[in-house]
């Protein structure tokens, strides 16, 4: 949405609509996570994250510390998360990769997911262990009721 809406458009045409729609569905489901994802539009995420979605979503190009600066406690992070950060050729091994996973959870609350795919992957072995630590680092911070997650997901 954001790829093709200019910054002053997306405010004025977007915003008035998202905002609806995460007040209807919140009134309607309150108990379902909401996510918003409005690629290239990362600018919004601050007054996103105040409209009662619960995750909202960083491109790429987005420093993580400012995107959880931006948007305090209020939700969750989604994205920005390149696998290739986690691999042998980035010097990783598997315990740094687990202290990885844990510091972006802890700090940050993130989700990740990656615009990569596991075709471009030298490695799938790496990938699938990358994705591994993030789940079990999460599920501990659910079952500890981390400030972001719990938000995101029902304790099991």
Same mark, same amino acid.
């Given at each position: 949405m954001?790829?093709?809406l200019e910054e002053k458009e997306f405010y004025e045409f977007a915003t008035p609509y998202l905002e609806k729609i995460a007040t209807e569905l919140?009134?309607?489901y309150p108990d379902v996570p909401l996510m918003v994802f409005t690629r290239g539009a990362c600018y919004a995420n601050e007054n996103l994250s105040k409209m009662g979605f619960d995750v909202v979503t960083m491109d790429g190009d987005v420093d993580r510390?400012? +995107?959880r600066a931006t948007v305090g406690d209020r939700c969750g992070l989604q994205g920005n998360y390149d696998p290739a950060e986690l691999t042998e050729d980035n010097r990783k091994t598997p315990e740094t990769m687990k202290e990885t996973a844990k510091a972006l959870i802890d700090e940050?609350?993130?989700i990740a997911t990656s615009e990569k795919v596991l075709e471009?992957?030298? +490695?799938?072995?790496?990938y699938k262990f990358s994705l591994?630590?993030?789940m079990s680092t999460a599920k501990q911070?659910?079952?500890s009721r981390h400030k972001y997650l719990t938000r995101i997901y029902k304790v099991v």
């Open positions: 954001g790829m093709i919140k009134s309607r510390s400012t +995107a940050l609350g993130l471009e992957w030298k +490695a799938p072995i790496w591994t630590q993030f911070k659910i079952k």
